[in-house]
């Protein structure tokens, strides 16, 4: 897989999380890459979008409190997430945009 994430766990309401997304076979340098999320039972919908440039886009649900981020020395990008709630509990999965191919992910519960 071109891309390993990381970073997830068991987290109370309110808490935060820092999520990886390492480079494996492909870079996460000059590239529009981008975060995911599938919750139990639904479909797996976007949540970030990196442009090269450092412009970032977030699903409404998230503005304010998620933040992407990338190291492109440790071909690395991130994803800060802060004031978590329940409905933020799915599994979290990074892409380079125009891609089809997808990691495990990172599991990611928020419950009390």
């Known amino acids: 897989v071109p891309f390993v994430e990381s970073g997830g766990g068991l987290v109370q309401p309110g808490g935060s999380l820092r999520l990886s997304c390492a480079g494996a076979g492909d870079s996460v340098s000059d590239e529009i890459m981008t975060w995911h999320r599938q919750a139990p039972g639904k479909a797996r919908e976007w949540v970030a979008t990196l442009f090269p440039g450092g412009a970032t886009f977030y699903t409404d649900s998230v503005k304010g409190r998620f933040t992407v981020s990338r190291d492109e020395a440790k071909n690395t990008m991130y994803l800060e997430m802060n004031s978590l709630q329940p409905e933020d509990t799915a599994v979290y999965y990074c892409?380079?945009?125009?891609?089809?191919?997808w990691g495990q992910g990172t599991q990611v519960t928020v419950s009390s």
């Open positions: 892409q380079k945009h125009g891609t089809s191919t």
